[in-house]
């Protein structure tokens, strides 16, 4: 059974100037310990549809499955089996370090001994262990990305979610990320869903690409593929590939509707 | 422990540890009820209020509730901020009880207003009040309970809006006439008919009118027993609303 598996999931937003299709039908899938990058342009329905996975945001069509449960009849078991890394983390900055991973770890009902073990353990397995004690507003653009992540690993889910995780870091804090991302895939076979606007990063992180352009998926394949396809050679650049997909060459407008 | 109750006492102390790192903002609560209790209390002394007891039992029950309007109103405030952190969605996205989310902030909302009280009405002791020991205990019960009400109604509230700018003046625009229309300054008996009459449409009058009757000691009225009545319905009404936000999430 795929680890992420997506039927017709669409979402309409009501809005006082009559209904937004935000998301009109996405499908797709992912397997077992794949990293998947989910690209498409400003207002292409990425951020909706990572909330409607992460069960943030109620689906108005479709359906989908998440490490085999059900998005709208199970969504306890779709929380327990993925962790979600939002763009700005989700830290307090006046709280320390230790604190947070440690609640985060018991609102996904670890015990308190559990709770305190898994905290040293992330912070050894990602190098948080010196800044255990400090205000997560102390921490260097790096060491606050890795606790994000850390903070959506504490209950080992079978599913993470990661949305746009580099931007704002610098190019070696990038590269670090990159393999902390192949290194929790190796080790604990998690499947990864990343939306990304770096085709760079895509390129060299993704097994599988899943282009979305105006809330339908435009696109499917392995980065070569996508390249062959769209842009004629494999050696073609993702950019161009991406480009010549969602048919536009210059920045796009944003017609979604802000986060609702 | 079941998970419910392990979720709430893990919210509540994560704000009350969030409350302790701010004692001035503890205590600053409770500056507002005070002035009025030191520059507004000596004036009723001997005013003809024409209600039972001193000018004192009558003044420290408006005191007491006035300091849960305006403190419990503004709870929203603290998840406004903490939605532009992420840490609600963060939240959002475990399993924890949607119900805890919110019955652990209001716990501690309810503790450090009853905990203001104590130090009001020690105040007020000082300055010449005398009431009954259960009827200031029972004062106390209302504070958490009203408290409880106005706080849930307040993250409801930020947690649909966007925008500090945008929740202060509704707040306002709610705890001014609420406080007005209760008479928790001067019962509204003393007024003409028609503010009396439009008073009874105000839920925060039937609170006040309780405890100023349980600082009386009579406890067996039917004061007591609108005020307990109306309290109770209006927390299960406000908290039903805001686990249905959390449930449902905002921006």
Same mark, same amino acid.
């Given at each position: 059974?795929? $680890?992420?598996?997506?039927?017709?999931?669409? =979402?309409?937003?009501?809005?006082?100037?009559?209904?937004?299709?935000?998301?009109?039908?996405?499908?797709?899938?992912?397997?077992?310990?794949?990293?998947?990058?989910?690209?498409?342009?400003?207002?292409?329905?990425?951020?909706?549809?990572?909330? +409607?996975?992460?069960?943030?945001?109620?689906?108005?069509?479709?359906? %989908?499955?998440?490490?085999?449960?059900?998005?709208?009849?199970?969504?306890?078991?779709?929380?327990?089996?993925?962790?979600?890394?939002?763009?700005?983390?989700?830290?307090?900055?006046?709280?320390?370090?230790?604190?947070?991973?440690?609640?985060?770890?018991?609102?996904?009902?670890?015990?308190?001994?559990?709770?305190?073990?898994?905290?040293?353990?992330? %912070?050894?397995?990602?190098?948080?262990?010196?800044?255990?004690?400090? =205000?997560?507003?102390?921490?260097?653009?790096?060491?606050?990305?890795?606790?994000?992540?850390? +903070?959506?690993?504490?209950?080992?889910?079978?599913?993470?979610?990661?949305?746009?995780?580099?931007?704002?870091?610098?190019?070696?804090?990038? $590269?670090?990320?990159?393999?902390?991302?192949?290194?929790?895939?190796?080790?604990?076979?998690?499947?990864?869903?990343?939306?990304?606007?770096?085709?760079?990063?895509?390129?060299?992180?993704?097994? =599988?690409?899943?282009?979305?352009? @105006?809330?339908?998926?435009?696109?499917?394949?392995?980065?070569?593929?996508? @390249?062959?396809?769209? %842009?004629?050679?494999?050696? $073609?650049?993702?950019?161009?590939?991406?480009? $010549?997909?969602?048919?536009?060459?210059?920045?796009? @407008?944003?017609?979604?509707?802000?986060?609702? | 422990?079941?998970?419910?109750?392990?979720?709430?006492?893990?919210?509540?102390?994560?704000?009350?540890?969030?409350?302790?790192?701010?004692?001035?903002?503890?205590?600053?609560?409770?500056?507002? /009820?005070?002035?009025?209790?030191?520059?507004?209390? /000596?004036?009723?002394?001997?005013? &003809?209020?024409?209600?039972?007891?001193?000018?004192?039992?009558? #003044?420290?029950?408006?005191?007491?509730?006035?300091?849960?309007?305006?403190?419990?109103?503004?709870?929203?405030?603290?998840?406004?901020?903490?939605?532009?952190?992420?840490?609600?969605?963060?939240?959002?996205?475990?399993?924890?009880?949607?119900?805890?989310?919110?019955?652990?902030?209001?716990?501690?909302?309810?503790?450090?207003?009853?905990?203001?009280?104590?130090?009001?009405? #020690?105040?007020?002791?000082?300055?010449?009040?005398?009431?009954?020991?259960?009827?200031?205990?029972?004062?106390?019960?209302?504070?958490?309970?009203?408290?409880?009400? #106005?706080?849930?109604?307040?993250?409801?509230?930020?947690?649909?809006?966007?925008?500090?700018?945008?929740? *202060? &003046?509704?707040?306002?625009?709610?705890?001014?006439?609420?406080?007005?229309?209760?008479?928790?300054?001067? &019962?509204?008996?003393?007024? /003409?008919?028609?503010?009396?009459?439009?008073?009874?449409?105000?839920?925060?009058?039937?609170?006040?009118?309780?405890?100023?009757?349980?600082?009386? *000691?009579?406890?067996?009225?039917?004061?007591?027993?609108?005020?307990?009545?109306?309290?109770?319905?209006?927390?299960?009404?406000?908290?039903?609303?805001?686990?249905?936000?959390?449930?449902?999430?905002?921006?």
């Amino acid at each position: 059974m795929p $680890a992420i598996s997506v039927s017709g999931l669409s =979402r309409t937003f009501t809005t006082k100037r009559g209904p937004v299709e935000a998301v009109r039908g996405i499908d797709l899938t992912a397997e077992r310990g794949e990293i998947l990058g989910f690209l498409g342009p400003n207002g292409a329905g990425k951020t909706t549809t990572l909330r +409607m996975l992460t069960t943030l945001l109620a689906p108005t069509g479709g359906s %989908a499955t998440i490490a085999g449960c059900d998005l709208v009849r199970d969504p306890a078991g779709v929380r327990r089996a993925s962790g979600y890394v939002a763009q700005s983390g989700g830290v307090d900055p006046h709280v320390s370090v230790r604190e947070e991973l440690v609640t985060q770890a018991r609102l996904y009902r670890l015990t308190k001994a559990q709770a305190v073990a898994r905290t040293e353990e992330l %912070a050894a397995d990602l190098g948080l262990t010196g800044v255990l004690d400090r =205000r997560t507003a102390a921490l260097s653009g790096g060491q606050r990305r890795r606790l994000d992540i850390a +903070m959506g690993l504490t209950h080992r889910p079978h599913v993470l979610f990661l949305d746009e995780p580099t931007t704002g870091l610098d190019p070696g804090s990038r $590269a670090d990320l990159w393999d902390l991302v192949r290194r929790i895939r190796a080790e604990h076979g998690t499947t990864v869903f990343l939306t990304t606007h770096y085709l760079d990063e895509a390129d060299a992180l993704a097994d =599988r690409l899943v282009i979305v352009d @105006k809330g339908v998926v435009v696109a499917d394949g392995t980065p070569d593929a996508l @390249k062959r396809t769209h %842009a004629g050679s494999p050696d $073609a650049s993702l950019q161009d590939t991406f480009l $010549a997909i969602t048919g536009r060459d210059s920045a796009p @407008k944003d017609t979604a509707p802000l986060a609702v | 422990m079941s998970p419910f109750l392990s979720d709430t006492a893990l919210i509540f102390g994560r704000y009350a540890r969030q409350t302790l790192r701010s004692r001035l903002q503890m205590l600053f609560g409770v500056l507002m /009820p005070l002035l009025y209790l030191l520059f507004f209390g /000596p004036l009723l002394t001997d005013l &003809p209020l024409s209600s039972a007891g001193t000018s004192w039992q009558l #003044l420290v029950p408006g005191l007491l509730l006035q300091l849960s309007l305006f403190g419990a109103a503004f709870c929203g405030f603290g998840i406004i901020v903490e939605k532009q952190y992420g840490v609600i969605e963060r939240m959002r996205v475990t399993p924890v009880s949607r119900l805890a989310l919110l019955l652990g902030r209001v716990l501690r909302d309810a503790a450090l207003f009853v905990l203001q009280a104590v130090l009001l009405v #020690l105040a007020a002791l000082v300055m010449g009040l005398r009431a009954p020991l259960a009827g200031i205990l029972i004062g106390f019960a209302f504070v958490a309970v009203l408290t409880a009400a #106005l706080a849930s109604l307040s993250y409801a509230l930020a947690l649909k809006v966007t925008s500090p700018q945008e929740f *202060g &003046p509704v707040v306002n625009a709610v705890t001014m006439p609420s406080m007005l229309l209760s008479g928790l300054m001067l &019962p509204m008996t003393l007024g /003409p008919q028609w503010l009396d009459v439009l008073s009874h449409f105000m839920p925060f009058r039937y609170l006040v009118d309780a405890v100023r009757s349980a600082f009386v *000691g009579s406890y067996a009225s039917s004061a007591m027993l609108y005020g307990v009545l109306v309290a109770l319905g209006l927390t299960a009404v406000s908290m039903a609303l805001c686990t249905r936000a959390f449930r449902r999430g905002a921006a």
